[in-house]
């Protein structure tokens, strides 16, 4: 498989708690709260494979991939989601800088990311006093980005396509 194919899989999940990012072998993810519905939908990682989208039925989560740290979330209402319809497919924009994500109802969801790497909001502090953490990940790699996640746009697609 070339790396495009790789990026089209979908979704990677091999059951409802263990997901295989694009980048790595399975990890473990745990279900962030009781209120996102079903599993997840669709996973996928932008163009350099530093953040990965995961999509669930009402929410969009962001993770960090080195270490596996979530960014953040955005979970849709249950009357939107009866509304508009659950989330389908997902897909990123080249620069990384947008997602966007369809839904069952004929909806598209455009998000702008926004990516802050200079952030120190998440940076790993060690005290001296207390033994070394067991995540060697978190020790070694650089400072996790601060990231901003907004609605742009919600556009409802009128017309069916004729093929």
């Not at 599993?39 to 080195?66: D, F, M, P, Q, S």
């Not at 060690?126 to 070694?140: A, F, G, L, Q, S």
Request: hydrophobic share 40%.
């Amino acid at each position: 498989m070339n790396r495009h194919q790789v990026n089209a899989l979908a979704p990677f999940g091999l059951n409802d708690n263990v997901l295989m990012f694009p980048v790595s072998s399975p990890i473990e993810i745990k279900n962030p709260g009781k209120s996102f519905v079903g599993g997840v939908k669709w996973v996928l990682c932008n163009r350099e494979r530093t953040i990965a989208a995961v999509l669930w039925r009402n929410a969009l989560l962001l993770y960090y991939t080195h270490p596996r740290v979530m960014l953040c979330c955005h979970q849709r209402s249950p009357n939107d989601v009866f509304v508009r319809g659950e989330n389908e497919c997902i897909l990123w924009k080249p620069d990384s800088s947008a997602v966007l994500i369809s839904s069952k109802a004929r909806y598209l969801f455009f998000y702008s990311v926004a990516v802050d790497v200079e952030s120190e909001s998440y940076k790993f502090i060690h005290d001296k006093d207390t033994p070394r953490p067991d995540n060697i990940e978190m020790v070694v790699r650089p400072n996790i980005p601060k990231v901003t996640l907004t609605t742009s746009t919600v556009v409802q697609l009128s017309s069916r396509a004729v093929t």
